[in-house]
């Protein structure tokens, strides 16, 4: 378990690190809207990209090319047309000159927000995009750590740099999860992409400390086609934390990213999210597109992934964290917490494929839907006939806040295996009057008690994070559903 | 002495039909006052209206509780206040453990009084002893409320919240239904324990048996929507052998 | 493109040059007819890309041709044979053969229940939705069915048993079929489909519309019994009224392909809809039970149990949708599907869905897939019963389980002589 002193250290370990040059040599411009395969160069180009990655680009953008048209249509989402040549899809990190000079200039809503999740004054700046010198005090402990991490000889950078100084595993591993052309999202994404985290963990090594994102993402701004890559080696295991709870505004509304974990022999990846984008104001104006596409691989026998998310923000979210069981005894887990409010859409789940013996996989789906919005999980167990012995159990909720609200609940369930035992059970309900009054009989105010009664229907996933994020996680929930309950 | 509860001509209507027809009580600081009544006689309405339960509505009459209206008070507000209702059916929250809920629950009254919150030891330490006078095992603080409790561990749970919370005035809705009679002993005796001259409560209950546990100051009978009769515990005695036909003018009523 | 275009496709293909031949002998009115088949055209047979039909491919229609059939062949059954293939005890019969109604092998029908006449039905679009262009299929080239309405209060006792007879090969049979209760009134109807000849590959699609008025109540079960050759669909659209309620139990036991559609809608407060379902599949059958239970009114329940057992390489597919409408509050539906994958080559697919839009409901859904328990049978082993005697032993009470739950005995009897002659055939 890790305390609250390791999670500041690793933040400051990552600021550290865009301190020391995380985004060096990137310019200050942006590349003009639209896309073509001058602008991928471009991309390529900026980041001083091998010959290889330039061309593995290339090739999915004209593998994207085939598929305009295409994006997906099946999910329970709705939006207008996107028009992806009126985007931008490369800019460098936002000049400090347009940025807020002070908290004073920033939405007071927003401000408000942060003070009911806790979030320290310092933190709540660089959330703000406030144009401060993110100057630590910690750095020289960021800098014990930092060497801490490289005596056990784990890699935790950005894409980036994985690139430049650890080409052979980026070759090895990129892509070899989510193929470039995997779907519409993910293929944009391969051609585009900004940066992200590379984690390496060596045979036999226990990561002493959850690996986050937290700082690096707002500080180089990488959001928009993010791509991270795990790798966990043999009989190794690391936690990784991805986002935070505070709202994250950003300018650019369609987010493509794409995570790939891969876990070799006896190894164990935990990736947990909590995910607050901006959802757009109560009439649903703004807020991020987040169309994810997540995936880990159990390549050895006995590996381990488990995701854990709590998704409250966004407009719209589309993501399936998924786990290919390919090898023997492998393990995959979801949790999921999944809140929409006002009018936001949520699509999301998993996808467990039972591809070898004796695999397992557990998904616990918690979805609460309030306000006008549209909650669905979505989910696919298939147990391939060399899996014998695979074990699912799935468990979905949906808890339905308010009249005008949507939750569904929409598994496919394949089965090619006698041996295997799928289990699928599925539930809506909405707070009870009763529930309500009990908790007000004994003193708690409405939203206090929405945001207890919530918790209490969230706890086997919120028990899945890390301590200290869940206790922010906690907060959020109720924040997140504040004035659902008149 | 002060009156912590007066009610004056109280009507109501549950989903609009009228059930509380003109009830007048008075209820003195430190007192124990038992409501005895048939079945549909408007016993748990009247605890319902007492703690502000949505759809209970007061259409007539007054409820001064420490000499301050109710009616403009919400739910939550009365529970701060010192109001305790203890649940004839405690409802299920599932995933909240019970010491998180008490604990938010009894914060939450502090606070409105302006005393400092209690921490997790001092929380603890109290819950600890309470529940062994209650003889409740300590795993009850961390089960979810009320979720897969016994109907005896449920009512027993209603009394440990009680004493948790220390309210001023506490109504026990039927809260001998259920209970096989070790249960009823440790659970009057939990009762008993907090009866002191700052705290009234008001006992409800169908049947005479809690009242040889719990002895009343006073006794009411209500019926039809009315107190139809007051007296002293020896009214418990005399309901017991004639049952409450004699009051009421229904035979058919036990 | 989400459907292979008719014209595509053999068999669409057939039904469309034979219409012009055709419409003038079959009854009812010659327009909506080529409606139908101009909508038919439009929508081409739905194909695996139809979110509807991901799991079941319409394939066989296109490796043989199925025209639509003569309207009557030799070689019909005696009586006592029509009896036997019902298995419904003191049923009255009305007997089809390749979709023409046999008034020699049916009984009298009883008052209120009248055979499908040119005037009596316009083939509507009823039903059709995305994925259903065999609805439409169905109304341009159906010939007989009944049509059967019960006035208001009428509750008839004796069970009505719609013998549906197919044979020849290449021969596609369609057949529709008009239940219209009033109020109060109570029914129960089986369709037993079943082939002349086993070897014959036919093709039956069958719609059933049933109207259930307030407070009525219709027990109506589908067997799906034909030849191992045989392609099957069936689709029954119901509504059902204030207060009424539908008890449904879709059987499939034979066939080569077989897919029942259920498609209910409450059309007042206060329905109550029952469906059940198995599916007893071996060899390299196809056994798919879709339902699609729209809440559209408050204060209704569904229940929904389909069980499937599958053994040699079948494939069984359940997909369930339960959709409650804003505002169709005090909704109560459950769901569950269970499979049991008897051999190392059956195959199981299923999706449950739960569509809501309301929040004050109670609604759920399970699905399992596995084996039959280890422990149950070791313990009916250490009890004396050999593995093969404990296997079948369960896979009884699995399905009586199911059985139990109709309350009408005539047709629990010939759901149960079904399935007991499936449990009694040698496992290939």
Known sequence: ?486 | MTNILEIRNLHATVHGKEILKGVDLVLPAGEIHAIMGPNGSGKSTLSYVLAGRDGYEVTAGEILYKGQDLAVMEADERARAGIFLAFQYPVEIPGVANSVFLKAAVNAGRKARGEPELDAMDFLKKSKALLKTLDMDEKFLNRPVNVGFSGGEKKRNEIFHMAMIEPSLAILDETDSGLDIDALKVVSAGVNALRNENRSMLVITHYQRLLEHIVPDRIHVLAGGRIVSSGGKELALELEQNGYAGLTGDKSAA | MMTTPATDNPTARAHAEAFAGLVSSLPGDATARQDALTRFKAAGLPTRRVEEWKFTGLDALSRKVFAPAAPAITGSPSRAQIEAIAGVPGAIHAVFINGSFDASLSDALPAGVALLSGASVTPTATGEGRGQSLIALNAAFMRDGVVIDVADGARIEQPLALVFLAGGDGAAVHTRNVVRLGSGAALQVVEIHASLNAAGATFSNAVTEAVIGAGARLTHARIAAEGKSALHHSHAAVSIGEGGEYVSFALSVGGELTRQESDVRFAAPGGTARLYGAYLGRGRQHMDHTTRVRHDHPGCATEELFKGALDGEAHGVFQGLIHVAPHAIKTDARQRNVNLLLSDRAVADAKPELEILADDVKCSHGATVGDLDADEIFYLRARGLSPDAARRLLLTGYVEDLIGRLDDAAIAAAIKARTDAWLGEEQP
Request: hydrophobic content about 35%; glycine content about 8%.
């Open chain 1, 1 to 486: 378990m890790s305390t609250p002193d390791s999670m500041d250290a690793v933040r400051a370990v990552t600021e550290g690190e865009y301190k020391y040059g995380f985004v060096t040599d990137m310019d200050e411009d942006r590349a003009p809207k639209g896309l073509n395969t001058d602008i991928v160069r471009f991309i390529s180009a900026r980041k001083n990209e091998p010959e290889w990655l330039l061309d593995w680009r290339l090739k999915a953008y004209q593998r994207w090319l085939g598929m305009a048209d295409r994006d997906p249509k099946w999910a329970r989402i709705s939006h207008p047309p996107i028009d992806f040549q009126d985007l931008y899809y490369y800019s460098a990190p936002k000049s400090k000159a347009d940025a807020p000079k002070s908290l004073d200039e920033v939405d007071p809503e927003l401000l408000a927000t942060y003070d009911k999740l806790g979030i320290p004054l310092r933190e709540r700046e660089v959330l703000a995009g406030v144009a401060v010198d993110a100057v630590f005090d910690s750095i020289s402990v960021a800098t014990t750590y930092k060497a801490k991490l490289g005596e056990l000889g784990i890699i935790f950078c950005s894409m980036s740099e994985a690139v430049r100084e650890h080409p052979d595993l980026v070759k090895k591993y990129l892509g070899s999860v989510v193929p470039a052309a995997d779907n519409f999202y993910a293929c944009l994404n391969s051609a585009v992409f900004s940066d992200g985290s590379f984690v390496y963990i060596p045979k036999g090594v226990r990561c002493p400390m959850e690996l986050s994102t937290y700082f690096r993402i707002n500080a180089a701004q990488t959001g928009q086609f993010e791509r991270t890559l795990i790798v966990a080696d043999a009989g190794s295991y690391v936690s990784y934390l991805e986002g935070c709870t505070a709202p994250m505004r950003d300018e650019n509304q369609l987010h493509a990213a794409v995570v790939e974990l891969v876990a070799l022999e006896d190894a164990e990846i935990k990736y947990s999210t909590v995910q607050n984008w901006y959802p757009g104001d109560k009439d649903g104006k703004g807020g991020i597109y987040n169309f994810v596409t997540k995936r880990g691989a159990c390549r050895g026998a006995r590996a381990k992934i488990s995701w854990t998310q709590v998704e409250t923000g966004s407009a719209i979210t589309w993501k399936y964290p998924s786990v290919l069981l390919e090898a023997e005894g492998s393990i995959g887990e979801f949790y999921s917490v999944a809140v929409t409010n006002n009018l936001q859409q949520a699509d999301t789940g998993t996808k467990m494929f039972h591809l070898a013996p004796n695999t397992r996989s557990t998904i616990i789906s918690k979805g609460i839907s309030a306000g006008r919005s549209q909650n669905t999980y979505r989910g696919l167990v298939r147990v391939a006939p060399k899996a014998a012995n695979a074990r699912n159990y799935t468990q979905c909720d949906s808890l339905l806040i308010g009249d005008a609200c949507g939750g569904h609940t929409t598994p496919y369930i394949e089965v090619r295996n006698r041996s295997a035992r799928v289990e699928h059970e599925a539930t809506a309900s909405k707070i009870s009057d009763d529930q309500l009054f009990y908790c007000r009989a004994r003193g708690l105010g409405t939203e206090d008690a929405v945001s207890l009664i919530v918790n209490g229907f969230c706890k086997e996933v919120m028990q899945k994070l890390p301590m200290e994020f869940a206790v922010e996680a906690q907060k959020l929930l109720g924040v997140s559903l504040e004035g659902s309950v008149g």
